[in-house]
């Protein structure tokens, strides 16, 4: 799949989709695992663990709606052992959102944002990323919160979690967030699968550690011993009353890690990030603003 060969379908079909005003944050100084950590407002600059600079392209909005655009905003959250709000920060954060920029004719923030779960921050962005929500550790105010958010009309991804056991360590958030409200599966024929780009099957993303054994397949998708129970892809929406999809599971998935590792390898560039990574990460967009 060629991005250049879906641009022009991409311009065409979300010429028309609804902007939201952005409350511009500064930079963010947090405790994390013991050690405070400086989040600054360009996330560019963030030198935390393993990064150094980032070299993704900045761009400019309109100089006429400079705050009506969409915002990448990924949310802190309490957590338990293993899993974090952290992860495949601010690759993903930056890459996806160039991505989104360079591939339709969506108003694009260059800057991504961190939020915690307050409600004051939550109303103003309408898109909402949560990493590795196996081991979220939220009380039931923090649930109502983020209920309530939905329920107001904002949309949550939840991405990066493998197997029962992660899903179970899930369980009690998810009722924490929907005490009296259940999720479905979705069916491949879903239209957020073929929104903007055609995905005939619902895609899985492996991180690129595995890549070589993707390519050795000739598949995506797989079972492996450290991932167990994991070969499926399973997306698991929550609808309001109105039936408009306000959270999206994807679990066996991690689509972070196809936006943060496009350049760590040209075969996982074009067979993963290319392919699935990208595509479904813009139909979910594109969805959530349009429905």
Same mark, same amino acid.
């Given at each position: &799949?060629?991005?250049?060969?879906?641009?022009?379908?991409?311009?065409?079909?979300?010429?028309?989709?609804?902007?939201?005003?952005?409350?511009?944050? *500064?930079?963010?100084?947090?405790?994390?695992?013991? /050690?405070?950590?400086?989040?600054?407002?360009?996330?560019?600059?963030?030198?935390?663990?393993?990064?150094?600079?980032?070299?993704?392209?900045?761009?400019?909005?309109?100089?006429?709606?400079?705050?009506?655009?969409?915002?990448?905003?990924?949310?802190?959250?309490?957590?338990?052992?293993?899993?974090?709000?952290?992860?495949?920060?601010?690759?993903?954060?930056?890459?996806? +959102?160039?991505?989104?920029?360079?591939?339709?004719?969506?108003?694009?923030?260059?800057?991504?944002?961190?939020?915690?779960?307050?409600?004051?921050?939550?109303?103003?962005?309408?898109?909402?990323?949560?990493?590795?929500?196996?081991? &979220?550790?939220?009380?039931?105010?923090? *649930? /109502?919160?983020?209920?309530?958010?939905?329920?107001?009309? *904002?949309?949550?991804?939840?991405?990066?979690?493998?197997?029962?056991?992660?899903?179970?360590?899930?369980?009690?958030?998810?009722?924490?967030?929907?005490?009296?409200? *259940?999720?479905?599966?979705?069916?491949?024929?879903?239209?957020?699968?073929?929104?903007?780009?055609?995905?005939?099957?619902?895609?899985?993303?492996?991180?690129?550690?595995?890549?070589?054994?993707?390519?050795?397949?000739?598949?995506?998708?797989?079972?492996?011993?450290?991932?167990?129970?994991?070969?499926?892809?399973?997306?698991?929406?929550?609808?309001?009353?109105?039936?408009? &999809?306000? &959270?999206?599971?994807?679990?066996?998935?991690?689509?972070?890690?196809?936006?943060?590792?496009?350049?760590?390898?040209?075969?996982?560039?074009?067979?993963? +990030?290319?392919?699935?990574?990208?595509?479904?990460?813009?139909?979910?967009?594109?969805?959530?603003?349009?429905?």
């Amino acid at each position: &799949m060629n991005f250049l060969k879906f641009l022009v379908l991409g311009l065409a079909v979300l010429l028309g989709v609804p902007l939201f005003a952005q409350e511009a944050r *500064g930079p963010v100084r947090l405790n994390y695992r013991g /050690r405070e950590v400086h989040f600054p407002e360009d996330a560019r600059q963030f030198k935390g663990w393993r990064h150094f600079g980032h070299n993704t392209p900045l761009w400019q909005v309109s100089a006429e709606l400079p705050k009506d655009v969409f915002t990448f905003a990924r949310l802190r959250y309490p957590y338990r052992r293993g899993g974090r709000w952290t992860a495949d920060y601010p690759e993903a954060d930056l890459n996806f +959102s160039f991505r989104l920029h360079q591939l339709t004719s969506v108003q694009v923030n260059p800057y991504p944002v961190i939020l915690e779960i307050e409600e004051k921050q939550l109303r103003h962005h309408p898109f909402l990323y949560v990493s590795e929500p196996g081991n &979220m550790d939220i009380s039931a105010e923090q *649930g /109502r919160v983020l209920r309530e958010y939905m329920l107001k009309g *904002g949309f949550i991804l939840m991405d990066d979690f493998w197997g029962g056991d992660e899903w179970k360590g899930f369980e009690p958030v998810f009722k924490k967030i929907w005490p009296d409200r *259940g999720y479905q599966e979705l069916k491949p024929d879903h239209p957020i699968f073929h929104s903007v780009f055609d995905l005939p099957t619902p895609p899985q993303v492996h991180s690129n550690v595995y890549w070589e054994q993707m390519r050795q397949h000739g598949k995506t998708n797989m079972h492996n011993e450290i991932r167990k129970d994991s070969a499926t892809p399973h997306f698991r929406a929550v609808f309001d009353d109105r039936h408009r &999809m306000v &959270m999206l599971i994807c679990l066996n998935n991690d689509l972070g890690d196809g936006w943060e590792q496009e350049q760590s390898d040209p075969w996982y560039f074009t067979n993963v +990030s290319e392919k699935h990574a990208y595509p479904l990460g813009i139909n979910i967009v594109f969805y959530a603003l349009t429905h």
